[in-house]
């Protein structure tokens, strides 16, 4: 059973960085992709990035180009937001997703229905 846990929220002011943290366990991850998506208040998911385990294109959602990274941890399993330049309209749950994409060499999905585990948030509240 794949398990996602994330962590790292937390309340930082604009214009400060942050950077959570989706622990991954259950499976063997090479042949997934996995994502980030966030949800705002009011809001609907988002997609913030995505990438591919086993390496290739990494993608980004417009609002967060140039300011966030996501990244991966074979070692410890992990996949990592790294997020700076914080602005008040990033506050959102931050969840991490995963999907297997063995056979689909090319594919990176950024749709949260391409999805199919998820992990239950992380908060991160942007101060101005």
């Known amino acids: 059973q794949v398990q996602l846990v994330e962590s790292g929220g937390g309340l930082v002011q604009a214009g400060g960085s942050l950077r959570v943290s989706c622990a991954a366990s259950?499976?063997?991850?090479?042949?997934?992709?996995m994502g980030w998506f966030r949800q705002g208040p009011g809001k609907e998911r988002e997609f913030v990035a995505a990438?591919?385990?086993?390496?290739?294109?990494?993608y980004y959602g417009d609002s967060v180009k140039g300011r966030f990274t996501i990244s991966r941890d074979g070692a410890k399993n992990t996949v990592y937001l790294q997020m700076n330049s914080l602005k008040t309209e990033d506050t959102a749950v931050y969840y991490c997703?995963?999907?297997?994409?063995?056979?689909?060499?090319?594919?990176?999905?950024?749709?949260?229905?391409?999805?199919?585990?998820w992990g239950q948030g992380t908060q991160v509240t942007v101060s101005s």
């Open positions: 259950g499976r063997t991850f090479s042949t997934y992709a």
């Open positions: 997703a995963a999907v297997d994409v063995a056979g689909r060499p090319y594919y990176t999905p950024r749709r949260e229905t391409d999805y199919d585990y």
């Open positions: 990438l591919r385990w086993s390496g290739g294109p990494i």
